[in-house]
């Protein structure tokens, strides 16, 4: 057991906060770039130093115990400590690494690139790696490690999972052909809607799940003709046809205002979608991954506070 005057090895906590954030051994190792024997041999010297189990191991099953769920928030803290005291007299010009990023479709393809080259030009060594994919599956990335930060469209999520670095609301409007008597208007009903040639954006998409819990709620019945992940694709089918899409405000922001498509509320659904740069909690904030999240943020405020 630790006592006064003894020390830790910065390792070995940055070693324990990555097996508790891909809650696997072998994972962790390769991330690390050491032998799986070497983590488990951190692991174990932060335990004997600790003078209790941090993880528990049933099976092939890792989770943290009451003792390593106490020292997570402190190992953090060291780490992160420890991090900026290593850069303090670098420049960012000259830090290196990589950052791994998500996002999804709808949020990248329209906005992000700006953020992007923003953060290349203030680190210009530091890779880049974007992966577009659903919600879902990027929160599931994050839980295994596989990803430093996503920016999501996304319901609220658990404070005891999720660490928020920003947070914004958009609403779900409808967008219409301008072609459509209904696109003359300010508001639509669901019923209305539903009459509508409809594009619909996949069912893991938050918004769309709320919708269709909606539609039930009112005893209406949907058919969309499309139903799609890129919203991009579906403000394009809008503005060509006479279809109807349930999508984000910021969405279709550009074509509103060029007048290639009506932007209408939905006047008995009023729904606000959440845009959230989310970490798990368990992950190490690095000066990197700050200056990235920082660009993002930029990002959003301009684009949603418009």
């Not at 769920?69 to 400590?81: D, M």
């Not at 596989?146 to 660490?163: G, K, N, Q, V, Y």
């Not at 670095?165 to 779900?172: A, G, L, R, S, V």
Request: charged share 25%; with cysteine.
């Amino acid at each position: 057991m630790l006592r006064w005057g003894d020390t830790m090895e910065i390792r070995n906590l940055k070693t324990f906060l990555k097996v508790a954030s891909t809650r696997n051994f072998t994972h962790a190792a390769k991330d690390l770039g050491y032998s799986q024997s070497n983590v488990s041999a951190q692991v174990a010297q932060l335990e004997n130093e600790i003078g209790a189990p941090l993880f528990n191991r049933i099976g092939r099953q890792i989770s943290l115990t009451q003792f390593g769920e106490q020292l997570l928030p402190y190992a953090q803290e060291i780490c992160s400590a420890a991090s900026k005291i290593d850069n303090l007299s670098r420049s960012e010009a000259s830090l290196r690494g990589t950052v791994r990023a998500g996002t999804t479709d709808s949020i990248s393809e329209l906005y992000l690139e700006d953020a992007f080259l923003a953060f290349h030009h203030r680190f210009p060594q530091v890779q880049l790696e974007i992966m577009l994919d659903t919600t879902e599956k990027l929160l599931d990335r994050l839980r295994k490690g596989d990803l430093d930060t996503a920016c999501l469209i996304t319901d609220p999520l658990s404070p005891a999972e999720w660490m928020v670095w920003n947070e914004y609301q958009t609403p779900i409007i409808a967008a219409v052909n301008p072609s459509l008597p209904a696109a003359g208007k300010k508001s639509i009903r669901m019923a209305e809607l539903t009459e509508l040639k409809l594009v619909l954006m996949e069912t893991n998409a938050p918004y769309s799940r709320q919708f269709e819990l909606e539609l039930a709620r009112q005893h209406l019945d949907c058919k969309p003709v499309f139903r799609l992940q890129s919203t991009r694709t579906a403000i394009h089918i809008v503005e060509k046809e006479e279809f109807a899409a349930v999508v984000p405000h910021y969405a279709v922001k550009d074509a509103k205002d060029n007048g290639r498509i009506g932007c209408l509320t939905i006047s008995d659904w009023q729904h606000q979608q959440m845009i959230q740069s989310v970490l798990h909690r368990n992950k190490e904030l690095t000066p990197q991954i700050t200056g990235f999240l920082e660009e993002i943020n930029k990002c959003l405020v301009r684009i949603l506070q418009q």
